[in-house]
């Protein structure tokens, strides 16, 4: 575990280390280590034992003693899956990015540098098994993307950098005060310790409960962005790099729904059932007001992120609907809401960067002229709306299932979404894609052959987990199946029994 | 038959090192010739305060015993503010070894023909030098003074060669002296209210030593103006010191005018010795009063985390900036008084190390930044220097993390085990507040770091003078431990530990 | 006579020098208006004194009597020079740091 | 049951075929349509083969089943990857491959102008996986799939040429309609799961009768909802129209023969819960019978040839869905009516597109006209398809149609006379609309400019048109005969020994009442268009006309009541986004930026007022503690 964390972090001390001037060199290199870290969690994944529930590949060590924090490491399902989409993910964005570097305030070796950082730190935060390791890397992650935002974006993307940072901080930091109170509750009951395990025992009453758990879920409804907690995610989506806004919208924001899991649920049991209502109804709302305002979007950037804020919304139903079929679908939603955010996002970086302009009324008629491309786009905007046979659908619907078992209204209005989702993608493709060709776009270029390599393995994994969800499903069972356990809530029974 | 008082020499070396150093300073300002003084007085400078430091951990394991008849008391908190301050200072003298910072000749008037005589004959100001060595003997002493006329007599020899220092700027004079006035007459005003609170609590107790103060309160339950008074008066002096509002206002004029070394020097050791005493007056004295005592202190740790946070937006000036931001730091401090508990001691002892050598890098990073006719603070020039100078923009930027309370820097270790204090005693408010305005303050760190990195350099912009071997190591020592301290915290965690208790 | 006439005395010195300080502009006058205000701290001490019926009060007017010494020395260096840079007393011209 | 190994070639084949064909892209120009005809073809055979072979067996052995994999199992929700075929989904499979098979044929020849040929076969491999799919799946989950791909195909097909505008916008239009259909089926399958525990078809009708009247009503209501969707019935039916704009064999395919008629087989799949619940079959009845008459009153004032037909597919799938709402016994009737629709529906829409490809592409029948002479073989085609559709004895149409108004007379009581009424109203009317399309394009004078050369299609072209010409003719009564589809259906539709309920009209006086109105409507459109019709439609019409012209109003209908409000909330919420959620973190920033203006200000330089601060600080702290204290 340790070792899949670190390789990236050698990785960039070999950047600095790499002969001047050489910029393919450096590219090379930072995919090379990506990818040897991906085949790292590959052999991880293949070594996890689907029937255990409890957490594998626990690592742990003392770090700060006299607070009881540990450098502790360790996956369940949910964990595996989520690293896995890190690494996958890191080398894509890396080969569809070749050039985004070069436009930045840096050189391309400090981009690459963050990136790798990053990734340390992506897998770290989904390893954590110490509830401050896990805070500390969810905060300094910040100042990568920061960086990568200002320093690489387009736009206005100083502000857009400082909007991100200052949302982040302000959750992360009343996630703090709620992380010393647990922290202090846990001192006085079981002895100074940040392990969530033990920490899932503690006694709190319920004030303070609801409390923390405020405390927790605000910072991770910021970053997963929930309604109202939102703005900065189209701003940051509209100015960072194709790269940087697939690893924050496809990766980073789901530590915010892997946090709701992981500790708002885990630590706070009750808590999450008295806040339970609430959240559904913000994450209606996130969704249909996500969608609406993807509709109104002339922006291709802020209308993924819109689609984004709209998917969080179902990410966060399916998790506080607390049915297994919520519960695993959401996870499985954040794994394919990544990668079809990626294809989305990476193909609209190349349609940006070809056509000069993010605006979605300056394409138009790209599938005449482009028609690779426009196909990447077209399903990558087919597993936005949830097609049937890609993988999307699976997790949607599952979120959907295991809502309406338990809250059937919002069940209904949740499904809804789905013909905005039809609306807001298709209305984009047609504007963009279809219709007589813009002029200035007569003579944009295809996908080469670089491109086409970075897209194919994103759109693969959509269709195969599609028709083939089984593998996933199958790891993050047993993860619901705890939390669930964990939450003291059961599955509903049918209710025309046999 | 009277018998010589006990006073443990050896427990007070420390300070009589320094002490003496600072004499010899002056022997050697009325001995030497001119060109020669600078080189000495930095060795004589260095060298007191590296064995003053020796020494005092030569006699760290003798803690928890008092000295010169119960009016100094050597326990842990004592001796790890001692290090902390003589590390600091030793930093500090690093930069002001740079002696370009002073004027060469204070009583010259600035502008006129004398002061232009004295920059062509080469002359520099070494004075400074021992006006530093005796401060720092006054900082020594007030964190581990136990009775109010010792207290108050060393915060006057910590104070006084501050207010000659701060007016001893070569560049910009002006500005400097005018701090100097400002800093006199108000530091003067805010000693007269410590005087006035201490002489009613000699009142209320029939007695000047903190001992003596705890156990008449503990021995009367009920309110008594003079304890009111007393607590209030005294609470003002050093919540001036300290920079708490509302006795902040002299802050910002201050660190602006002052020569930068010397502001660093101030905002850290002043600030650390400051807080010492604060907090063996309250843990020591006051711990029985907190009913009285509490809701001011909150109210007053609340202002100050929110004023500061809030002010320091609208700066200007990069000193300026920092001052409030030193502010809005006194503001979480006081959560530690409020926590009155070995975690809170902990978690402030960590902090004010902690902050003392960010602090340093930070208004290191500052005299760096020049022009033609010196340094350059107005925020605005410093626009793009990411680019000019990218390793010292990602130094301050790393500073300003730590100030922020990112993790992996050790400001936020700091903050998160002194709320961690406050928040085990209770007080859950100053915790929500403290995370709260430092969102805010992030707002104003992280606002220079665009304009570091993100803004394009204008054409009038500045430059950064390669500094000397000195200022290099202090800068990055200073930078190191905030990144050591981040990562791994627990070997300053665990000395101040062990170094948090108080002796009565 | 009542010996907390004496404490009202100190206060009331007290408040004269406060009140000075704050509505006085000569540098000098400011600067004897804490003085004024130490004496009334002196005063109190004294009184207290007395009152508590031992000499540790009265020490430390002696102690305190050195400690204003010592900052008159400071204090007025500090107000010549700025005297001799700008012509005037006033602190009120020494207005430069703001905002 | 009886497993068998061979469904899953059913869908593989052309799905297979679909994806290499757009993956190897321009390589396979030459052949690519050449394979997917006969990638379509095998399907057929196969489909054959199975028919063949369901025969042979008896009972419960007719059906088989096929277990692929493990689709999803979480929890309690396990759906399996498994395929069905039954008595049911065999007329289905037929249908699609058969009339699939023909249509690609035809489409050789009718896209080889087409720059763009290997796509579109390609589309259409797809669509036929994905229908098939939709028959085969065992559970209403694994229907889904294939529902929402067949309206993907759709999409692609009516949007196959997307560089015109107004294409494109059918196409998104046709998807979104169909989507809030999908929201039915969704909501249907979750009401399943949550009653049932399961959705597979033999699991939810194994529950049927143990969940609640509301229940069963909620779930008939969210399936007919869906059926609406797909099958362009009232209220989601005006996107049929437009999808018009897709190459003539799509709409022949997909908008007549095929994709339309999922409705039909969802809700005659789910009979088990339309027969428990009277309330929602009484609904179908109403969608039904108000589609039924809606799009035949379209259909008489369209000039588009190709909307016409399309109005009439919105009518006739009325028909059908009419016959599901009678309960056991319409099932049968509503199958047969659709497979007998599939070959004259798709056969005229293959003789419109011949008509079109002799025209130069002109839809506009007014521009039409005698040209039954210069195409013998594409006019007699369609006559016999048109005589199939009004439901002259003894082609296909009269067999089924009557079976139905027979059928809904029978209802008894007051519905049986309204929806009784409705069909045979609804027969008089489509009477009178197909005679005006066989009158208009192909008898009385020549009105196309002489710039057409309208000529007799390729071969590849008639005799696709011709098989189907014959379906018309023989296929009704071959059904017929011995009620053996009827019989063939039973099993799936418990509809034995209802049949003979009471009867409110004999068949006989029904057959003959059709016939009546029916040459009444005939009649009256000969009359009417027999001669002088202007090129230019006449513009000094009754208000009716015209609102029958811009179908009954339903897009002004749409618009006013769905699309102008959505985007005036689209418009609303971005305006709350950037003004008031924005707006109130902005504020916030602003209200702090402000008081740091303040306190600047307050930092005023004099130390005086610094004095004064503090002394009031002071004077505040001991109020402060006085407060507390005291």
Same mark, same amino acid.
């Given at each position: 575990?340790?070792?899949?964390?670190?390789?990236?972090?050698?990785?960039?001390?070999?950047?600095?280390?790499?002969?001047?001037?050489?910029?393919?060199?450096?590219?090379?290199?930072?995919?090379?280590?990506?990818?040897?870290?991906?085949?790292?969690?590959?052999?991880?994944?293949?070594?996890?034992?689907?029937?255990?529930?409890?957490?594998?590949?626990?690592?742990?060590?003392?770090?700060?003693?006299?607070?009881?924090?540990?450098?502790?490491?360790?996956?369940?399902?949910?964990?595996?899956?989520?690293?896995?989409?890190?690494?996958?993910?890191?080398?894509?964005?890396?080969?569809?990015?070749?050039?985004?570097?070069?436009?930045?305030?840096?050189?391309?070796?400090?981009?690459?540098?963050?990136?790798?950082?990053?990734?340390?730190?992506?897998?770290?935060?989904?390893?954590?098994?110490?509830?401050?390791?896990?805070?500390?890397?969810?905060?300094?992650?910040?100042?990568?993307?920061?960086?990568?935002?200002?320093?690489?974006?387009?736009?206005?993307?100083?502000?857009?950098?400082?909007?991100?940072?200052?949302?982040?901080?302000?959750?992360?930091?009343?996630?703090?005060?709620?992380?010393?109170?647990?922290?202090?509750?846990?001192?006085?009951?079981?002895?100074?310790?940040?392990?969530?395990?033990?920490?899932?025992?503690?006694?709190?009453?319920?004030?303070?409960?609801?409390?923390?758990?405020?405390?927790?879920?605000?910072?991770?409804?910021?970053?997963?962005?929930?309604?109202?907690?939102?703005?900065?995610?189209?701003?940051?989506?509209?100015?960072?790099?194709?790269?940087?806004?697939?690893?924050?919208?496809?990766?980073?924001?789901?530590?915010?729904?892997?946090?709701?899991?992981?500790?708002?649920?885990?630590?706070?049991?009750?808590?999450?059932?008295?806040?339970?209502?609430?959240?559904?109804?913000?994450?209606?709302?996130?969704?249909?007001?996500?969608?609406?305002?993807?509709?109104?979007?002339?922006?291709?950037?802020?209308?993924?992120?819109?689609?984004?804020?709209?998917?969080?919304?179902?990410?966060?139903?399916?998790?506080?609907?607390?049915?297994?079929?919520?519960?695993?679908?959401?996870?499985?939603?954040?794994?394919?809401?990544?990668?079809?955010?990626?294809?989305?996002?990476?193909?609209?970086?190349?349609?940006?960067?070809?056509?000069?302009?993010?605006?979605?009324?300056?394409?138009?008629?790209?599938?005449?002229?482009?028609?690779?491309?426009?196909?990447?786009?077209?399903?990558?905007?087919?597993?936005?709306?949830?097609?049937?046979?890609?993988?999307?659908?699976?997790?949607?619907?599952?979120?959907?299932?295991?809502?309406?078992?338990?809250?059937?209204?919002?069940?209904?209005?949740?499904?809804?979404?789905?013909?905005?989702?039809?609306?807001?993608?298709?209305?984009?493709?047609?504007?963009?894609?279809?219709?007589?060709?813009?002029?200035?776009?007569?003579?944009?270029?295809?996908?080469?052959?670089?491109?086409?390599?970075?897209?194919?393995?994103?759109?693969?994994?959509?269709?195969?987990?599609?028709?083939?969800?089984?593998?996933?499903?199958?790891?993050?069972?047993?993860?619901?199946?705890?939390?669930?356990?964990?939450?003291?809530?059961?599955?509903?029974?049918?209710?025309?029994?046999? | 038959?009277?018998?010589?008082?006990?006073?443990?020499?050896?427990?007070?070396?420390?300070?009589?090192?320094?002490?003496?150093?600072?004499?010899?300073?002056?022997?050697?300002?009325?001995?030497?010739?001119?060109?020669?003084?600078?080189?000495?007085?930095?060795?004589?400078?260095?060298?007191?305060?590296?064995?003053?430091?020796?020494?005092?951990?030569?006699?760290?394991?003798?803690?928890?015993?008092?000295?010169?008849?119960?009016?100094?008391?050597?326990?842990?908190?004592?001796?790890?503010?001692?290090?902390?301050?003589?590390?600091?200072?030793?930093?500090?003298?690093?930069?002001?070894?740079?002696?370009?910072?002073?004027?060469?000749?204070?009583?010259?008037?600035?502008?006129?023909?004398?002061?232009?005589?004295?920059?062509?004959?080469?002359?520099?100001?070494?004075?400074?030098?021992?006006?530093?060595?005796?401060?720092?003997?006054?900082?020594?002493?007030?964190?581990?003074?136990?009775?109010?006329?010792?207290?108050?007599?060393?915060?006057?020899?910590?104070?006084?060669?501050?207010?000659?220092?701060?007016?001893?700027?070569?560049?910009?004079?002006?500005?400097?002296?005018?701090?100097?006035?400002?800093?006199?007459?108000?530091?003067?005003?805010?000693?007269?209210?410590?005087?006035?609170?201490?002489?009613?609590?000699?009142?209320?107790?029939?007695?000047?030593?903190?001992?003596?103060?705890?156990?008449?309160?503990?021995?009367?339950?009920?309110?008594?103006?003079?304890?009111?008074?007393?607590?209030?008066?005294?609470?003002?002096?050093?919540?001036?010191?300290?920079?708490?509002?509302?006795?902040?206002?002299?802050?910002?004029?201050?660190?602006?005018?002052?020569?930068?070394?010397?502001?660093?020097?101030?905002?850290?050791?002043?600030?650390?010795?400051?807080?010492?005493?604060?907090?063996?007056?309250?843990?020591?004295?006051?711990?029985?009063?907190?009913?009285?005592?509490?809701?001011?202190?909150?109210?007053?740790?609340?202002?100050?985390?929110?004023?500061?946070?809030?002010?320091?937006?609208?700066?200007?000036?990069?000193?300026?900036?920092?001052?409030?931001?030193?502010?809005?730091?006194?503001?979480?401090?006081?959560?530690?008084?409020?926590?009155?508990?070995?975690?809170?001691?902990?978690?402030?002892?960590?902090?004010?190390?902690?902050?003392?050598?960010?602090?340093?890098?930070?208004?290191?990073?500052?005299?760096?930044?020049?022009?033609?006719?010196?340094?350059?603070?107005?925020?605005?020039?410093?626009?793009?220097?990411?680019?000019?100078?990218?390793?010292?923009?990602?130094?301050?930027?790393?500073?300003?993390?730590?100030?922020?309370?990112?993790?992996?820097?050790?400001?936020?270790?700091?903050?998160?085990?002194?709320?961690?204090?406050?928040?085990?005693?209770?007080?859950?408010?100053?915790?929500?507040?403290?995370?709260?305005?430092?969102?805010?303050?992030?707002?104003?760190?992280?606002?220079?770091?665009?304009?570091?990195?993100?803004?394009?350099?204008?054409?009038?912009?500045?430059?950064?003078?390669?500094?000397?071997?000195?200022?290099?190591?202090?800068?990055?020592?200073?930078?190191?431990?905030?990144?050591?301290?981040?990562?791994?915290?627990?070997?300053?965690?665990?000395?101040?530990?062990?170094?948090?208790?108080?002796?009565? | 006579?009542?010996?907390?006439?004496?404490?009202?005395?100190?206060?009331?010195?007290?408040?004269?020098?406060? $009140? %000075?300080? !704050?509505?006085?502009?000569?540098?000098? #006058? @400011?600067?004897? &208006?804490?003085?004024?205000?130490?004496? +009334?701290?002196?005063?109190?001490?004294?009184?207290?004194?007395?009152?508590?019926?031992?000499? $540790? %009060?009265? !020490?430390?007017?002696?102690?305190?009597? #050195? @400690?204003?010494? &010592?900052?008159?020395?400071?204090?007025? +260096?500090?107000?010549?020079?700025?005297?001799?840079?700008?012509?005037?007393?006033?602190?009120?011209?020494?207005?430069?740091?703001?905002? | 049951?009886?497993?068998?190994?061979?469904?899953?070639?059913?869908?593989?084949?052309?799905?297979?075929?679909?994806?290499?064909?757009?993956?190897?892209?321009?390589?396979?120009?030459?052949?690519?349509?050449?394979?997917?005809?006969?990638?379509?073809?095998?399907?057929?055979?196969?489909?054959?083969?199975?028919?063949?072979?369901?025969?042979?067996?008896?009972?419960?052995?007719?059906?088989?089943?096929?277990?692929?994999?493990?689709?999803?199992?979480?929890?309690?929700?396990?759906?399996?990857?498994?395929?069905?075929?039954?008595?049911?989904?065999?007329?289905?499979?037929?249908?699609?491959?058969?009339?699939?098979?023909?249509?690609?044929?035809?489409?050789?020849?009718?896209?080889?102008?087409?720059?763009?040929?290997?796509?579109?076969?390609?589309?259409?491999?797809?669509?036929?996986?994905?229908?098939?799919?939709?028959?085969?799946?065992?559970?209403?989950?694994?229907?889904?799939?294939?529902?929402?791909?067949?309206?993907?195909?759709?999409?692609?097909?009516?949007?196959?040429?997307?560089?015109?505008?107004?294409?494109?916008?059918?196409?998104?239009?046709?998807?979104?309609?169909?989507?809030?259909?999908?929201?039915?089926?969704?909501?249907?399958?979750?009401?399943?799961?949550?009653?049932?525990?399961?959705?597979?078809?033999?699991?939810?009708?194994?529950?049927?009768?143990?969940?609640?009247?509301?229940?069963?009503?909620?779930?008939?209501?969210?399936?007919?909802?869906?059926?609406?969707?797909?099958?362009?019935?009232?209220?989601?039916?005006?996107?049929?129209?437009?999808?018009?704009?897709?190459?003539?064999?799509?709409?022949?395919?997909?908008?007549?023969?095929?994709?339309?008629?999922?409705?039909?087989?969802?809700?005659?799949?789910?009979?088990?819960?339309?027969?428990?619940?009277?309330?929602?079959?009484?609904?179908?009845?109403?969608?039904?019978?108000?589609?039924?008459?809606?799009?035949?009153?379209?259909?008489?004032?369209?000039?588009?040839?190709?909307?016409?037909?399309?109005?009439?597919?919105?009518?006739?799938?009325?028909?059908?869905?009419?016959?599901?709402?009678?309960?056991?016994?319409?099932?049968?009737?509503?199958?047969?009516?659709?497979?007998?629709?599939?070959?004259?529906?798709?056969?005229?829409?293959?003789?419109?597109?011949?008509?079109?490809?002799?025209?130069?592409?002109?839809?506009?029948?007014?521009?039409?006209?005698?040209?039954?002479?210069?195409?013998?073989?594409?006019?007699?085609?369609?006559?016999?398809?048109?005589?199939?559709?009004?439901?002259?004895?003894?082609?296909?149409?009269?067999?089924?149609?009557?079976?139905?108004?027979?059928?809904?007379?029978?209802?008894?009581?007051?519905?049986?006379?309204?929806?009784?009424?409705?069909?045979?109203?609804?027969?008089?009317?489509?009477?009178?609309?197909?005679?005006?399309?066989?009158?208009?394009?192909?008898?009385?004078?020549?009105?196309?400019?002489?710039?057409?050369?309208?000529?007799?299609?390729?071969?590849?072209?008639?005799?696709?048109?011709?098989?189907?010409?014959?379906?018309?003719?023989?296929?009704?009564?071959?059904?017929?005969?011995?009620?053996?589809?009827?019989?063939?259906?039973?099993?799936?539709?418990?509809?034995?020994?209802?049949?003979?309920?009471?009867?409110?009209?004999?068949?006989?006086?029904?057959?003959?009442?059709?016939?009546?109105?029916?040459?009444?409507?005939?009649?009256?459109?000969?009359?009417?268009?027999?001669?002088?019709?202007?090129?230019?439609?006449?513009?000094?019409?009754?208000?009716?006309?015209?609102?029958?012209?811009?179908?009954?109003?339903?897009?002004?209908?749409?618009?006013?009541?769905?699309?102008?409000?959505?985007?005036?909330?689209?418009?609303?919420?971005?305006?709350?986004?950037?003004?008031?959620?924005?707006?109130?973190?902005?504020?916030?920033?602003?209200?702090?930026?402000?008081?740091?203006?303040?306190?600047?200000?307050?930092?005023?330089?004099?130390?005086?007022?610094?004095?004064?601060?503090?002394?009031?600080?002071?004077?505040?702290?001991?109020?402060?503690?006085?407060?507390?204290?005291?």
């Amino acid at each position: 575990m340790t070792i899949i964390e670190l390789v990236p972090l050698l990785g960039v001390i070999g950047l600095f280390v790499l002969p001047k001037g050489s910029t393919t060199l450096v590219k090379q290199f930072a995919i090379g280590v990506s990818i040897v870290d991906l085949i790292l969690s590959i052999i991880m994944a293949l070594r996890f034992d689907r029937s255990v529930s409890a957490m594998q590949f626990v690592e742990s060590r003392n770090w700060i003693s006299s607070f009881g924090i540990k450098y502790a490491v360790g996956i369940d399902g949910i964990a595996l899956v989520l690293i896995l989409m890190t690494t996958v993910l890191v080398p894509i964005v890396l080969l569809a990015g070749w050039n985004e570097s070069e436009n930045g305030r840096w050189s391309p070796r400090v981009y690459y540098a963050l990136i790798l950082v990053l990734e340390t730190m992506m897998v770290g935060v989904f390893a954590a098994t110490d509830v401050f390791l896990f805070y500390v890397i969810f905060e300094a992650m910040l100042i990568p993307v920061y960086f990568l935002i200002g320093g690489y974006g387009r736009g206005e993307r100083a502000q857009a950098a400082m909007k991100f940072l200052l949302y982040s901080l302000l959750g992360g930091l009343l996630m703090l005060a709620a992380v010393i109170g647990t922290y202090v509750i846990a001192t006085n009951q079981i002895g100074a310790t940040f392990d969530v395990t033990a920490l899932s025992g503690l006694h709190i009453d319920s004030a303070t409960e609801n409390m923390l758990f405020l405390g927790f879920f605000i910072a991770f409804a910021i970053k997963a962005p929930l309604w109202p907690l939102h703005t900065w995610l189209p701003t940051a989506a509209k100015s960072a790099t194709p790269a940087t806004s697939v690893l924050l919208l496809g990766v980073l924001d789901k530590v915010g729904t892997y946090g709701m899991i992981r500790f708002c649920i885990t630590l706070f049991p009750h808590a999450a059932h008295t806040f339970t209502p609430a959240i559904i109804v913000l994450s209606l709302i996130s969704i249909l007001y996500g969608a609406f305002l993807a509709i109104g979007q002339k922006d291709i950037n802020g209308l993924i992120a819109f689609t984004s804020i709209s998917h969080f919304g179902f990410i966060t139903l399916g998790i506080f609907a607390m049915t297994s079929q919520g519960l695993t679908g959401a996870s499985l939603y954040m794994v394919n809401h990544g990668f079809s955010t990626a294809a989305l996002f990476l193909v609209a970086g190349w349609m940006a960067s070809r056509r000069g302009s993010t605006k979605i009324e300056d394409f138009g008629g790209l599938q005449r002229v482009t028609p690779v491309m426009a196909w990447a786009f077209f399903i990558a905007g087919m597993s936005a709306l949830a097609l049937p046979g890609l993988s999307s659908f699976v997790s949607e619907f599952l979120v959907l299932v295991g809502t309406f078992t338990r809250y059937p209204l919002a069940a209904i209005i949740g499904t809804t979404g789905i013909v905005l989702a039809a609306l807001y993608v298709l209305l984009t493709v047609q504007r963009s894609l279809h219709g007589p060709t813009t002029s200035g776009n007569e003579s944009l270029s295809d996908l080469n052959l670089r491109e086409k390599i970075a897209i194919a393995p994103v759109i693969a994994i959509l269709v195969f987990f599609g028709f083939f969800p089984k593998p996933i499903t199958d790891v993050l069972n047993p993860a619901s199946h705890q939390v669930m356990t964990r939450a003291g809530v059961e599955d509903p029974q049918p209710k025309a029994g046999k | 038959m009277l018998t010589a008082p006990q006073i443990s020499y050896s427990l007070l070396a420390p300070i009589l090192i320094v002490l003496g150093g600072a004499l010899l300073g002056v022997l050697v300002e009325a001995v030497m010739k001119k060109g020669s003084r600078a080189a000495i007085q930095t060795a004589i400078a260095i060298g007191t305060l590296v064995l003053s430091f020796a020494y005092l951990i030569r006699i760290h394991g003798q803690s928890s015993k008092t000295a010169a008849v119960d009016s100094v008391a050597i326990d842990g908190v004592g001796i790890f503010i001692q290090g902390t301050i003589l590390v600091l200072s030793l930093i500090a003298v690093l930069y002001i070894a740079d002696t370009d910072n002073f004027t060469a000749q204070a009583s010259a008037v600035p502008g006129s023909e004398e002061e232009r005589a004295a920059v062509v004959a080469g002359k520099q100001q070494t004075e400074v030098f021992p006006l530093t060595l005796f401060a720092v003997s006054g900082m020594l002493l007030f964190p581990i003074a136990t009775d109010l006329i010792t207290l108050f007599v060393a915060l006057e020899v910590l104070s006084l060669p501050l207010y000659l220092m701060a007016g001893l700027s070569r560049r910009r004079r002006l500005l400097s002296q005018e701090a100097a006035l400002k800093y006199f007459l108000l530091g003067a005003f805010s000693s007269a209210f410590f005087l006035f609170g201490a002489a009613f609590l000699y009142g209320y107790s029939g007695s000047i030593t903190l001992d003596g103060i705890a156990t008449a309160i503990s021995a009367n339950s009920a309110n008594d103006v003079f304890l009111l008074i007393g607590i209030v008066f005294l609470s003002v002096g050093l919540l001036f010191k300290i920079g708490a509002v509302p006795f902040h206002s002299w802050t910002p004029d201050v660190y602006q005018g002052a020569p930068t070394p010397i502001t660093g020097f101030m905002a850290a050791c002043t600030k650390i010795a400051a807080m010492g005493a604060t907090l063996r007056i309250f843990y020591v004295a006051f711990g029985q009063a907190e009913w009285q005592w509490k809701p001011i202190i909150l109210t007053i740790a609340i202002l100050t985390m929110v004023v500061g946070g809030i002010a320091a937006i609208a700066q200007r000036d990069v000193k300026r900036m920092l001052a409030f931001s030193s502010i809005a730091h006194a503001g979480f401090l006081l959560a530690a008084v409020l926590a009155l508990n070995t975690d809170g001691l902990k978690g402030a002892l960590f902090y004010l190390a902690t902050y003392g050598f960010t602090t340093l890098g930070a208004f290191g990073i500052i005299t760096l930044v020049r022009d033609s006719s010196g340094e350059v603070t107005d925020l605005n020039r410093w626009v793009g220097l990411g680019k000019k100078s990218p390793l010292v923009a990602s130094i301050f930027t790393l500073f300003l993390l730590s100030f922020a309370g990112i993790p992996l820097t050790s400001g936020f270790i700091a903050k998160f085990s002194l709320f961690t204090g406050a928040y085990e005693s209770g007080n859950t408010v100053v915790v929500v507040v403290g995370v709260l305005t430092s969102a805010i303050t992030a707002f104003f760190y992280l606002r220079v770091v665009v304009m570091l990195f993100f803004t394009d350099p204008k054409s009038d912009s500045v430059s950064v003078v390669i500094p000397s071997i000195m200022t290099r190591a202090a800068i990055a020592i200073c930078a190191i431990v905030t990144i050591v301290l981040g990562v791994a915290p627990s070997l300053l965690l665990n000395t101040a530990q062990t170094f948090a208790t108080f002796i009565r | 006579m009542d010996i907390s006439n004496y404490l009202y005395l100190s206060a009331i010195l007290f408040t004269i020098g406060a $009140v %000075g300080v !704050v509505v006085r502009r000569n540098a000098i #006058v @400011v600067f004897m &208006c804490v003085e004024l205000m130490l004496n +009334a701290a002196n005063l109190a001490f004294v009184t207290f004194s007395r009152i508590n019926g031992d000499l $540790v %009060g009265q !020490v430390a007017s002696f102690f305190t009597m #050195v @400690v204003a010494a &010592c900052e008159v020395v400071v204090g007025l +260096a500090i107000i010549v020079t700025m005297y001799r840079s700008r012509r005037s007393a006033s602190v009120d011209d020494a207005s430069l740091l703001k905002r | 049951m009886t497993t068998s190994s061979n469904l899953v070639y059913l869908i593989a084949l052309p799905l297979f075929s679909s994806a290499i064909l757009l993956l190897l892209g321009r390589i396979a120009d030459k052949w690519g349509h050449i394979v997917a005809t006969l990638v379509s073809a095998s399907t057929f055979v196969i489909a054959a083969l199975e028919f063949v072979s369901m025969r042979q067996r008896t009972g419960d052995a007719r059906a088989v089943h096929q277990d692929l994999f493990t689709w999803i199992s979480v929890g309690t929700f396990n759906v399996h990857a498994s395929l069905l075929l039954d008595q049911l989904s065999i007329c289905f499979v037929l249908l699609i491959s058969g009339v699939g098979t023909l249509i690609h044929i035809y489409s050789i020849a009718y896209m080889s102008h087409d720059h763009d040929r290997r796509r579109f076969f390609a589309f259409l491999n797809l669509f036929v996986a994905a229908m098939l799919l939709l028959v085969l799946g065992d559970s209403y989950l694994n229907l889904y799939v294939g529902w929402e791909g067949v309206g993907l195909a759709s999409y692609l097909l009516i949007g196959f040429w997307n560089q015109k505008p107004a294409y494109a916008v059918a196409a998104k239009k046709a998807f979104v309609a169909n989507r809030i259909g999908d929201v039915g089926l969704s909501l249907a399958i979750m009401i399943a799961f949550a009653q049932f525990g399961t959705v597979s078809f033999t699991g939810v009708a194994a529950g049927v009768p143990h969940a609640s009247p509301a229940a069963l009503t909620a779930l008939g209501a969210m399936l007919l909802l869906a059926a609406a969707g797909k099958s362009a019935q009232f209220p989601l039916q005006s996107w049929l129209g437009d999808a018009m704009a897709g190459p003539t064999p799509v709409s022949a395919l997909i908008h007549a023969a095929t994709m339309v008629t999922a409705g039909v087989y969802l809700i005659t799949r789910s009979n088990f819960v339309f027969d428990a619940s009277p309330t929602a079959q009484t609904m179908v009845l109403i969608v039904g019978g108000i589609t039924l008459l809606f799009g035949a009153l379209v259909g008489t004032a369209k000039d588009d040839i190709k909307k016409a037909l399309a109005a009439s597919t919105m009518s006739q799938i009325g028909y059908m869905i009419l016959a599901t709402g009678l309960g056991p016994v319409g099932y049968a009737f509503a199958i047969m009516h659709l497979l007998t629709h599939g070959f004259f529906k798709a056969g005229m829409f293959l003789g419109a597109g011949s008509v079109m490809h002799g025209m130069n592409d002109e839809v506009n029948m007014r521009r039409y006209g005698a040209i039954g002479k210069v195409m013998p073989i594409t006019a007699v085609t369609f006559g016999l398809g048109y005589l199939a559709i009004i439901g002259v004895p003894p082609f296909a149409g009269f067999y089924s149609k009557d079976k139905i108004i027979e059928t809904a007379f029978n209802a008894g009581g007051t519905k049986g006379i309204l929806v009784g009424g409705a069909a045979l109203l609804g027969a008089a009317i489509t009477a009178f609309y197909m005679t005006r399309v066989i009158v208009l394009t192909f008898t009385g004078t020549k009105r196309w400019d002489d710039e057409a050369h309208p000529h007799e299609s390729p071969s590849l072209m008639w005799i696709p048109m011709v098989v189907l010409a014959i379906g018309s003719v023989a296929s009704g009564f071959l059904f017929n005969s011995g009620h053996a589809l009827v019989n063939w259906l039973a099993p799936v539709v418990n509809a034995s020994g209802e049949h003979d309920a009471k009867e409110f009209l004999a068949p006989l006086t029904v057959s003959l009442l059709a016939l009546g109105v029916v040459a009444i409507g005939v009649a009256i459109a000969i009359l009417k268009y027999r001669s002088n019709v202007a090129v230019e439609a006449p513009e000094d019409v009754s208000i009716l006309t015209k609102i029958v012209r811009r179908d009954l109003l339903q897009d002004d209908f749409n618009d006013r009541v769905l699309v102008r409000p959505g985007q005036a909330l689209t418009r609303f919420f971005v305006a709350m986004d950037n003004n008031f959620i924005d707006g109130i973190v902005r504020g916030v920033g602003g209200v702090i930026a402000v008081s740091s203006t303040n306190l600047r200000k307050i930092q005023n330089g004099y130390v005086r007022s610094y004095a004064l601060i503090m002394v009031i600080g002071v004077l505040a702290l001991i109020a402060t503690i006085w407060m507390v204290t005291l």
